[in-house]
C-alpha cells in the first residue's frame, strides 16, 4: 500500500498543476483540454483506446522480444573476438545513429501498413541499449575470474568450453548490466511502436492519437497518450520486477546519496 | 556460524596421481622499467610444499602466475614439469580474491570446475569437503551471507575438489580468525600430503608449520634465498621450541632482507 501512494501524489500534483494552468490560463480546448474532458474521453471511447492500446502493446511486446534476442546475440558476436568487433561494432553503432523517423516510411514501405513494420521499428530501437549493455557487462568480468576457468579448463575441457563459460560464468556476471540495457529499451521500445504507427499504419495509439489531432479532438489524443504512457510505466516495472528477481545479488540501494537516519 | 564441526579423518581426499616437480629457470618481471627481479631460478620438489616469504610488492604472486602459465606484461620465464608432460590441466591457483560467483550457491561455486569442464559434478565430494572445512551447513547459501573467513575457506574448498596433483596457494589463510587457521594449518597438512604445492605466505609461523622448504624472495632486485626448516614432518606443533627458535632466525632474515 505505502509503494502506491507515493506514485499516486505524483499523479495528483500532476492533476493540480494541469487544472491550475487551465483555471489560470483558460487555453482553448483544442490547444489543451482540461483534465475533467480527457478523463470524460478516456471513459467514454474506452472501447477504442483498449483496442489500439492493444494493438500498441503488442507491437511494443514483440519488438522488446525480439529487440532483446537480437542485441544479446549481437552482444555475445561482439565479445567473441576483437577481430569480429571491429566488423560489427560500426554496423550496431550506426543503427542507432540512423534516426528512426528517417527509416520509418521505408520499413513501411518494405512490410507494409500493418504490425510488421511497427516491430521492426521498436525493435530497431532496442537494439542498441541491450547490445551495448550486455557487450559492457560481459567486458567487465573481473579478470581473476577469466583467469581461474582458463585453470579449471586448461588441457582437460571437453567440447563447448566457450559455451559453458557463457552459461556459468560470463552470461550470470553480466545479467545486471542486461537488466540496466533491458530497462532502458523497456521505457524506449514505445517510441519506435508509435513512431511506426504515424508513419503509415491501420491502427494503434499512434495511428489514433494522429487521427484524433487531424479532427481536433484533443480530449481523445490526450487520452491515448495517458494509456501510452500508462503501457510504458506498466512495461518498465514489469522488467524492472524480472531482473530483481533474477539477479538478486546484484541488488543495490536504490538511494546511494541518502544518509542512513539515527 | 559455528565452526565446531568435527572434522573428518585426515587425507580422506584421494592421494593425486604421481605429483610431478616443477622446474622454473630465469624467471623475471620488468614492469614500469623497474626490474622486480630476474634470472631466478627455482624446483618445486615432487609432492613437497614449498612456502614463498616476502615483502609486499616484491613479486611474489606473480611468480604464482608464471607457474599458472597465465601471461602478465613484463613476467618471464620457463616452467616445467619433471615428468615432461605439460602442466594445463593439473594446476589448480588459490588466489588472494576468493572468487566466489556472487549468484551460484557455496556447493555450485565448489563445484565450478566441473561444470566449465562439462562433467558431471559430485556433490558428495563438494559436500565431504565443505564439512571438513566446518561449512557443511552452508552448502545452501550464496557468498554474499558469508564472512570473510568462511569465503575463504570456500575458496579453499574449490581448490582441493579440483584434485590437481599441483596446487599454487596466495595467502589461502590470510583471512581467518587465528584459531580456525591454526586448525585448517594442521588439517591442510593431510590434504595437501602427496601433492607438489607452493605456497605464499606472509606468516613465518603458517610457513615453518607447513613448509618442507622454505624460500625467501627479498632486495632489490629480488633474489631467492633458501631457509632452513626444523627436522620435524609436517604439519609441525606450533608449540615445537625448535619452530619458535626457526621462526626468530626467519623473521631476523626478512627484516635484513626488508632493509634499504
Known amino acids: 500500500m505505502k509503494r502506491l501512494i507515493a506514485p499516486l501524489v505524483t499523479l495528483g500534483g500532476l492533476l493540480l498543476f494541469w487544472q491550475a494552468v487551465i483555471v489560470l490560463a483558460a487555453p482553448p480546448a483544442f490547444i489543451l483540454p482540461s483534465p475533467r474532458a480527457v478523463a470524460e474521453a478516456l471513459i467514454e471511447q474506452r472501447g477504442l483506446l483498449l483496442k489500439h492500446g492493444g494493438i500498441t502493446a503488442l507491437e511494443i511486446l514483440l519488438g522488446l522480444g525480439l529487440g532483446t534476442l537480437l542485441g544479446v546475440g549481437a552482444a555475445v558476436l561482439l565479445s567473441v573476438s576483437?577481430?569480429?568487433?571491429?566488423?560489427?561494432?560500426?554496423?550496431?553503432?550506426?543503427?542507432?545513429?540512423?534516426?528512426?523517423?528517417?527509416?520509418?516510411?521505408?520499413?513501411?514501405?518494405?512490410?507494409?501498413?500493418?504490425?510488421?513494420?511497427?516491430?521492426?521499428?521498436?525493435?530497431?530501437?532496442?537494439?542498441?541499449?541491450?547490445?551495448?549493455?550486455?557487450?559492457?557487462?560481459?567486458?567487465?568480468?573481473?579478470?581473476?575470474?577469466?583467469?581461474?576457468?582458463?585453470?579449471?579448463?586448461?588441457?582437460?575441457?571437453?567440447?563447448?568450453?566457450?559455451?559453458?563459460?557463457l552459461i556459468h560464468l560470463l552470461g550470470p556476471a553480466a545479467l545486471p548490466a542486461l537488466g540496466s540495457g533491458l530497462r532502458i529499451a523497456a521505457a524506449v521500445a514505445p517510441i519506435g511502436a508509435v513512431v511506426g504507427e504515424w508513419?503509415?499504419?491501420?491502427?494503434?495509439?499512434g495511428w489514433l492519437m494522429l487521427h484524433a489531432n487531424a479532427r481536433a479532438k484533443i480530449d481523445l489524443m490526450f487520452a491515448a497518450l495517458i494509456v501510452l504512457a500508462a503501457l510504458a510505466l506498466l512495461l518498465y516495472r514489469l522488467?524492472?520486477?524480472?531482473?530483481?528477481?533474477?539477479?538478486?545479488?546484484?541488488?543495490?540501494?536504490?538511494?546511494?546519496?541518502?544518509?542512513?537516519?539515527? | 556460524m559455528i565452526d565446531s564441526v568435527a572434522p573428518a579423518a585426515a587425507g580422506a581426499s584421494p592421494p593425486p596421481l604421481k605429483a610431478p616437480g616443477v622446474t622454473v629457470r630465469g624467471a623475471g618481471l620488468r614492469y614500469d622499467r623497474r626490474c622486480h627481479f630476474e634470472a631466478l631460478d627455482f624446483d618445486l620438489r615432487p609432492g613437497e610444499t614449498t612456502c614463498l616469504l616476502g615483502p609486499s610488492g616484491v613479486g611474489k604472486s606473480s611468480l604464482l602466475?608464471?607457474?599458472?602459465?597465465?601471461?602478465?606484461?613484463?613476467?618471464?620465464?620457463?616452467?616445467?614439469?619433471?615428468?615432461?608432460?605439460?602442466?594445463?590441466?593439473?594446476?589448480?591457483?588459490?588466489?588472494?580474491q576468493d572468487h566466489l560467483l556472487p549468484w551460484a550457491s557455496v556447493l555450485d561455486n565448489v563445484m565450478l570446475g566441473d561444470r566449465l569442464r562439462g562433467v558431471a559434478p559430485e556433490p558428495a565430494r563438494a559436500q565431504d569437503l565443505l564439512q571438513r572445512m566446518g561449512l557443511a551447513a552452508?552448502?545452501?547459501?550464496?557468498?554474499?551471507?558469508?564472512?570473510?573467513?568462511?569465503?575463504?575457506?570456500?575458496?579453499?574448498?574449490?581448490?582441493?575438489?579440483?584434485?590437481?596433483?599441483?596446487i599454487l596457494m596466495d595467502e589461502p589463510f590470510s583471512a581467518l580468525d587465528a584459531v580456525t587457521r591454526h586448525r585448517l594449518q594442521g588439517e591442510a597438512a593431510a590434504w595437501l600430503?602427496?601433492?607438489?604445492?607452493?605456497?605464499?605466505?606472509?606468516?613465518?609461523?603458517e610457513a615453518l608449520r607447513l613448509g618442507h622448504r622454505l624460500l625467501v624472495l627479498a632486495g632489490q632486485p629480488a633474489q631467492l634465498r633458501e631457509l632452513?626448516?626444523?627436522?620435524?614432518?609436517?604439519?609441525?606443533?606450533?608449540?615445537?621450541?625448535?619452530?619458535?627458535?626457526?621462526?626468530?632466525?626467519?623473521?631476523?632474515?626478512?627484516?635484513?632482507?626488508?632493509a634499504p
Not at chain 1, 521492426?120 to 537494439?127: E, K, N, R, T
Not at chain 1, 508513419?199 to 495509439?205: H, K
Not at chain 2, 574448498?157 to 596433483?165: D, M, W
Not at chain 2, 619452530?243 to 632466525?249: E, I, T, W
Open chain 2, 65 to 96: 602466475r608464471l607457474i599458472a602459465g597465465l601471461g602478465q606484461p613484463g613476467l618471464s620465464g620457463l616452467v616445467t614439469a619433471s615428468d615432461r608432460q605439460p602442466l594445463a590441466g593439473r594446476l589448480a591457483l588459490m588466489a588472494q
Open chain 1, 82 to 165: 576483437a577481430g569480429i568487433r571491429r566488423f560489427v561494432l560500426p554496423l550496431v553503432i550506426a543503427s542507432q545513429a540512423v534516426p528512426v523517423f528517417a527509416i520509418a516510411p521505408l520499413l513501411v514501405l518494405w512490410l507494409g501498413f500493418g504490425m510488421a513494420s511497427k516491430i521492426a521499428m521498436a525493435c530497431l530501437i532496442i537494439f542498441f541499449p541491450v547490445t551495448i549493455a550486455l557487450a559492457d557487462g560481459l567486458g567487465r568480468l573481473d579478470p581473476g575470474l577469466l583467469d581461474m576457468a582458463r585453470l579449471m579448463t586448461g588441457g582437460r575441457a571437453r567440447r563447448g568450453r566457450r559455451w559453458r563459460l
Open chain 2, 138 to 166: 552452508a552448502a545452501g547459501l550464496r557468498p554474499r551471507a558469508l564472512s570473510g573467513g568462511m569465503r575463504q575457506r570456500v575458496a579453499l574448498a574449490r581448490t582441493l575438489y579440483e584434485g590437481s596433483p599441483v
Open chain 1, 239 to 262: 522488467v524492472d520486477l524480472a531482473m530483481r528477481r533474477l539477479t538478486p545479488w546484484a541488488a543495490g540501494s536504490a538511494a546511494p546519496f541518502e544518509e542512513p537516519r539515527p
Open chain 2, 193 to 205: 600430503a602427496g601433492r607438489t604445492v607452493l605456497l605464499v605466505t606472509h606468516d613465518p609461523l
Open chain 1, 199 to 205: 508513419v503509415g499504419a491501420a491502427g494503434g495509439l
Open chain 2, 228 to 258: 632452513a626448516v626444523p627436522p620435524a614432518a609436517v604439519p609441525r606443533p606450533a608449540g615445537d621450541p625448535l619452530l619458535a627458535a626457526a621462526q626468530d632466525r626467519l623473521l631476523a632474515a626478512l627484516a635484513a632482507e626488508a
